[in-house]
Every structure is written in structure tokens, then in C-alpha cells.
């Protein structure tokens, strides 16, 4: 099993609709990000948490809302969808100890396409 | 503002070329330095991290050098095999928060 787990993988929705990506992650890190992909832009931070009492706003964060239920899970939200929201979705972990502090672990992706 | 660039945008060898992929940075004042690799529809996997302190890491067939005061970072691969085709990410870290920027990545197509 992946240590990042992303739900759904693939989501067609409509305008308007609210819309709800999953993560959840069993490498007991603290700190979850969620990152956007679009074509010739990279990848944009929208937003990030450093524990389940610790959220802040990214890069994009405008039109996105998160909560962190717990240590291992971390959703992103689009209230009102809107086809400029059309892109891959990652979720990402980290460990802020040890030697390899800041090295990012994702999940497979969420592709969210809106009509 | 840091800005992250990868050149070229896409490359294509024949199997068994040692190659080097670039990436450079406008501010010298990073964290660390992390290479991915992503295959198509398929999330992102760590290949390497180097920390501001350190010139190079290796893993395998894989070499990432990084020079702060030029600004560049380059992935060498070592008998590139068509197994390494996929697109390579370089990610820039400010700080110690994750908070990452990314290039746009190369696409290597390794020709059997």
C-alpha cells in the first residue's frame, strides 16, 4: 500500500458543484501539504499544515479551503467549483526531523476535471 | 521572488548515454534542493535531496551536484536506460517548512 493515499483519482464534476479530495498518509509525519499541477506552470503550494492545530494559506490558496482531521489526514476543498480548478492534484508529507528535513513524499495524484 | 528554471524542456537519447539535466535558481539563499522524477499520471518520487550544506548526493546511477553561489543544480544519469523516461522535477526549499518551488521539468525519452 502507498504511504500517501489520495481519494478520489480521478473526478469529473460540474460548475458550482463542492468537491472534496482525500489524503491520508501512514508515514507518521507531521507536516501535509496540498500542491496543484497545471501544464507550463508546475506545481503551486495551495496550502499547508504543521500539525492538526496549524494551517496556512500556500501559493493559490483563493477559492481552496483544508481541514486536517487528524495527524494522518488532510482534505482539500472547493467550495464552488470552477473550470480553472481543472488540474492534477498531489498531496504531500513530511518529517521535520532527522538529516533529511524538508524532503517532500507524495501521493499518485488526483486528476479534478470541471465542466 | 525565487524562481525555479529547467532546461531543456524535453530531451532524447539513445540507450546507454550518460546525460545531465539542469536546473537553476534566482535566489542563492535555499534550504535545500530536491530532484523527482514523475511518470505520466503517476504522482511525484523523491530521487534525491541536498541539503544547502552539501555539493552532491548518490543514489545508483544517479548524481545531483549543487552549487549555491552560481544558482545551478544538475541530475547526472549514468547509462541511461529506457526505463528513465519520465519527466525530472527540480525543487527549491527556502526553508526548513517544505514549502517547495518547482521548475517545469525536463521530459527524458531513453531510445532502446
Known amino acids: 500500500d502507498a504511504d500517501v493515499t489520495q481519494t478520489p483519482r480521478n473526478r469529473i464534476t460540474k460548475t458550482g458543484k463542492r468537491i472534496m479530495l482525500e489524503c491520508s498518509q501512514t508515514k507518521g509525519h507531521d507536516r501535509m501539504y496540498w500542491y496543484r499541477q497545471d501544464p507550463g506552470l508546475g506545481l503551486r503550494l495551495i496550502y499547508y499544515s504543521f500539525d492538526v492545530k496549524d494551517i496556512n494559506k500556500g501559493e493559490i490558496s483563493d477559492g481552496y479551503s483544508v481541514s486536517r482531521q487528524a495527524q494522518a489526514k488532510f482534505s482539500l476543498s472547493l467550495e464552488s467549483a470552477i473550470p480553472n480548478q481543472t488540474a492534477l492534484y498531489f498531496c504531500?508529507?513530511?518529517?521535520?526531523?532527522?538529516?533529511?528535513?524538508?524532503?517532500?513524499?507524495f501521493g499518485e495524484g488526483s486528476r479534478l476535471t470541471v465542466l | 521572488k525565487q524562481e525555479v528554471t529547467q532546461i531543456p524542456a524535453a530531451l532524447s537519447v539513445p540507450e546507454g548515454e550518460n546525460l545531465v539535466l539542469n536546473c537553476s535558481f534566482t535566489?542563492?539563499?535555499?534550504?535545500?534542493l530536491q530532484w523527482f522524477r514523475q511518470d505520466p499520471g503517476k504522482g511525484l518520487t523523491s530521487l534525491l535531496l541536498?541539503?544547502?550544506?552539501?555539493r552532491e548526493q548518490t543514489s545508483g546511477r544517479l548524481n545531483a551536484s549543487l552549487d549555491k553561489s552560481s544558482g545551478r543544480s544538475t541530475l547526472y544519469i549514468a547509462a541511461s536506460q529506457p526505463g528513465d523516461s519520465a519527466t525530472y522535477l527540480c525543487a527549491v526549499g527556502s526553508s526548513n517548512t517544505g514549502k517547495l518551488i518547482f521548475g517545469q521539468g525536463t521530459t527524458l525519452q531513453v531510445k532502446p
Open positions: 504531500a508529507t513530511s518529517d521535520p526531523t532527522g538529516a533529511n528535513t524538508g524532503e517532500l513524499f
Open positions: 535566489d542563492s539563499a535555499i534550504y535545500n
Open positions: 541536498i541539503q544547502s550544506s552539501q
